[in-house]
């Protein structure tokens, strides 16, 4: 596995003109912040040795090299979730080999349910804690050395972007919520008992994504900074059927405030 990553890691340095040290994976609904970016150069998801490739209707499925808010990145147009059926390695597979590239930042972005009443479609919420509700560990198996067997996750999520990203989005009057996310296996919606246990649990929102990245960044000393897009509610009174063609309306509405709050962190950060 280790030396998967790292032939993976080797094939794409050999090919790419810059080394970003940031790193953005863009969420269901959310690929459009890629038109922002200044694209140096675009590898195909099938054409890297060992990718995975996405599946899911919405997600383009390629690795962007290019310039976003005055700073290289990498960014992914697309991720890969466990209920299309990888496994937590492959899932994961993209954020080990950005480690190995020399990525020391990730921003990643999501679309989720919001299960806080105080929550309504369209919000920007910036994930301050995870709860991890898959099936199954990315780290279960053998430990890869680039971090420990028993990794601390206490501060997930970065508290000094998520200062500078509040600060931001308070001098543009952008209106941000605060949140705990937990990430679920899905392909399902939640039933609304669901969304009744995983509020009850302590989540703000939920989704099917996000939590395994995250987990396997801070495995590697990766910093994260997490969003997550408001798309439908899971709140008593409020739960209507949800489609995955509302969840991506919902996300587009919200994309080009969440790009420049993006755009600013990677200038200032
Ligand atoms: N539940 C799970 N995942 C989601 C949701 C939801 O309500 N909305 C967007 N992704």
Same mark, same amino acid.
């Given at each position: 596995?280790?030396?998967?990553?790292?032939?993976?890691?080797?094939?794409?340095?050999?090919?790419?003109?810059?080394?970003?040290?940031?790193?953005?994976?863009?969420?269901?609904?959310?690929?459009?912040?890629?038109?922002?970016?200044?694209?140096?150069?675009?590898?195909?998801?099938?054409?890297?040795?060992?990718?995975?490739?996405?599946?899911?209707?919405?997600?383009?499925?390629?690795? !962007?090299?290019?310039?976003?808010?005055?700073?290289?990145?990498?960014?992914?147009?697309?991720?890969?979730?466990?209920?299309?059926?990888?496994?937590?390695?492959?899932?994961?597979?993209?954020?080990?080999?950005?480690?190995?590239?020399?990525?020391?930042?990730?921003?990643?972005?999501?679309?989720?349910?919001?299960?806080?009443?105080?929550?309504?479609?369209?919000?920007?919420?910036? !994930?301050?804690?995870?709860?991890?509700?898959?099936?199954?560990?990315?780290?279960?198996?053998?430990?890869?050395?680039?971090?420990?067997?028993?990794?601390?996750?206490?501060?997930?999520?970065?508290?000094?972007? !998520?200062?500078?990203?509040?600060?931001?989005?308070?001098?543009?009057? !952008?209106?941000?919520?605060?949140?705990?996310?937990?990430?679920?296996?899905?392909?399902?919606?939640?039933?609304?008992?669901?969304?009744?246990?995983?509020?009850?649990?302590?989540?703000?929102?939920?989704?099917?994504?996000? &939590?395994?990245?995250?987990?396997?960044?801070?495995?590697?000393?990766?910093?994260?900074?997490?969003?997550?897009?408001?798309?439908?509610?899971?709140?008593?009174?409020?739960?209507?059927?949800?489609?995955?063609?509302?969840?991506?309306?919902?996300?587009?509405? &919200?994309?080009?405030?969440?790009?420049?709050?993006?755009?600013?962190?990677?200038?200032?950060?």
């Amino acid at each position: 596995m280790y030396q998967q990553i790292q032939a993976t890691a080797a094939w794409l340095r050999e090919r790419m003109t810059s080394h970003p040290t940031t790193a953005i994976i863009l969420g269901t609904g959310l690929g459009r912040l890629s038109e922002e970016i200044a694209v140096t150069q675009s590898f195909d998801y099938k054409d890297i040795p060992a990718f995975p490739v996405s599946t899911v209707e919405g997600h383009s499925g390629r690795l !962007i090299v290019g310039r976003l808010g005055e700073r290289d990145v990498l960014a992914m147009q697309g991720r890969f979730h466990y209920y299309e059926g990888y496994t937590m390695q492959q899932v994961t597979f993209p954020v080990r080999v950005m480690y190995e590239l020399g990525v020391r930042t990730l921003f990643v972005s999501n679309a989720s349910g919001g299960t806080n009443p105080g929550f309504a479609i369209g919000d920007m919420m910036i !994930i301050t804690d995870h709860i991890n509700f898959f099936p199954e560990h990315p780290l279960h198996g053998p430990n890869i050395p680039t971090g420990p067997r028993f990794p601390d996750m206490h501060e997930a999520y970065d508290r000094d972007l !998520i200062r500078l990203a509040d600060t931001i989005a308070a001098e543009r009057g !952008i209106k941000v919520q605060h949140g705990v996310y937990l990430g679920t296996q899905g392909p399902t919606f939640e039933t609304p008992a669901e969304y009744r246990m995983f509020y009850r649990l302590g989540a703000d929102a939920v989704g099917m994504s996000t &939590v395994p990245e995250v987990i396997v960044a801070r495995h590697c000393g990766i910093r994260v900074f997490g969003v997550s897009i408001i798309t439908d509610l899971g709140v008593e009174g409020k739960i209507v059927e949800v489609s995955h063609e509302e969840v991506q309306q919902a996300a587009d509405a &919200v994309q080009p405030l969440m790009a420049e709050i993006m755009r600013e962190m990677l200038t200032r950060a």
